[in-house]
């Protein structure tokens, strides 16, 4: 029988699956998290009041390879006797953020596909592109079809061109970003890598501190000189990584520009992409404080989650706006002595959408750590682009103060006492969209398989509310990355197995596929949690079964799908392996599809370490 390990998802909070104890052999950082609260903090936590050895702020400062050692052959060595080398190295990779005994082996130097030219890029906005997360400011996921180079009828005729590995991966979270032929994206090997979008050759790769989840978003370099002083970037390249370090790098030849750190809380980090608009760069911060708390030893809370923004030139903070007003205070004591605050939560995981008529910045916000949760928690958030005061807050769901592993029959130490659903905005960015009346709505997708419909112009209110839960292949419909919308509808995958179709204007289900998954592993993964991604008659849909499919928006009918588990041959000969899909869609540009697999981080998904590049045969 299988042995599983209780993981829990901490991009601002999930529900809680079980996972195979097997799919974090190449180290996990959230398994990891979930081996350090258990064997590590109740010494390196604050127990009575009494700081009993380093802060886990302190361990998080030092490299994975360090910390290996320590736990195997160290000091402490023999309080971590009863781990595995696995779980060992597990706990390496949630401290420091990425995996240990990577080495330069992800360095593009190293590789054996480097380009043999790196000839000056054109600008990215000229030719065809999909920069940043949703491809424009309103998060629409729409690629228009002069940039997509890419019909309906052309769908069916998509091949695999070449696949390229990350080294040492087994979790591809990161986004591909495409312009000016060339595809930008980030690793959970730390490593951020320029690739030639037809031959996956590799120009460069800039080495980050942690891990990097977020899209890279391209801008006007211009005005940004480098520290080396030889000239600014003709184009920056924008990315935020697992530590909350923000960084700009010359997209020609990635050369630091600069780097920014946006939040000071040890569990912080970013995974929602930063917006950029207008010379400013808008970074949403989350962190892994919720799932922290379900161990006694924890202080829980102390993180608020929050939008900043930076000079994109500089990298220098302008502004930084809380989610939850009110700084946390100390409440009480649990039996263990710890002391707990509140309030806390409110992370932000989702790409913030820009509103350029209004001057005003939308994100979904997460759910509260601790009870009451914030007025602000679960909630549509305006910001004030000038100056981030908050404008108005749309509450969707009250008292949603969640921590893993809490419920009927587990009362914690730090649990809530009426312990919320988790039903927040996940990492589903508002869409904006504009009728053909006129009437503007922002669409927003929740967890609980909810999709609102919002007046931006209105502070918020509501327009109207559709349950697809009800109308799923089972009694959960959840929607954790969002959807994508062309000028009629909006189109969600749901986590329970299918992707719905909704009129913008009334939200009334105009159709909805069930996906039965496909019989790639033992058991079967259903599911379709992956964002959405859109060109002119086609929605993609990427699930946990490996599978990516491309549904007709006319009646939702699958049209073409991929099996992407299985083995590849890669462009840059590192061992390359397909797996599940989640995170991330695909992005599309210049008549080329392009996939991320492996997804590892929520439910029982199938590792994996391969960008897929896909064209018209």
Known sequence: ??????????????????QPREAFGQASTQGGQRLFMQNCLICHGQTGGEQRAPAPATLMQLSPDAILSVLSTGVMSTQAQ??????????ATFLAGRPPGLGDAGDAKKMSNQCSANPPMDDPSAGPEWNGWGVDLANTRFQNAKDAGLSADEVPQLKL???????????????????????????????VYSLNAKTGCVYWSFRSVAGVHTPIVLGPGKNVTPPSGQGAAKTAAYFA??????????????????KAHVDDHPLSHVDGAPTLYEGRLYV??????????SSPQYACCTFRGSLVALDANTGKQIWKT????????????????????APAGGAVWNSPTIDAKRHVIYAGIGNGYTEPAAKTTDS?????????????????????????????????????????????????????KT???GHRVIIAGQKSGNVYAHDPDKNGAMIWKVNLAEKAPTNVGLIVFGGAADDNNAYFPLTSGGVAALPLATGETKWLTKLEPAPTADPPRRGEAAAATMIQGIVFSGGWDGILRALSTIDGKVIWEYNMVHDYDTVNDVPGKGGSMGGPGPTIAGGMLFAGSGYIGIRNGIPGNVLLAFGKD
């Open 1 to 18: 029988m299988k042995r599983f390990l209780i993981v829990f998802l901490c991009l601002g909070g999930f529900v809680c699956f079980t």
């Open 82 to 91: 009863s781990l595995t080398d696995d779980q060992k190295r597990s706990i």
């Open 161 to 191: 061109k070449w696949a390229f590995a990350f080294p040492n991966g087994i979790d591809t979270y990161g986004q591909p970003t495409l312009a000016s032929g060339r595809v930008f994206v980030g690793s959970d090997n730390t490593f």
């Open 241 to 258: 990584d697992m530590k909350s370090n923000v960084y700009a790098v010359n997209a020609q030849n990635g050369e630091l520009l600069w």
């Open 284 to 293: 949403p911060v989350s962190s892994w404080e919720e799932s922290a708390a």
């Open 322 to 341: 809380y989610t939850i007003p009110d700084a946390p205070k100390p409440t009480r004591k649990n039996s263990d002595g710890v002391q707990l605050s």
């Open 380 to 432: 549509i958030m305006a910001f004030d682009m000038q100056t981030g005061k908050i404008l108005w807050d749309a509450q969707d769901l009250e008292n949603d103060a969640w921590i893993p592993g809490c419920g009927p029959t587990n009362k914690g130490e730090n649990c809530p006492e009426v312990v919320g659903p988790d039903y927040d905005f996940g990492g589903a960015s508002m869409i904006l």
């Open 435 to 437: 009728l053909p009346d």
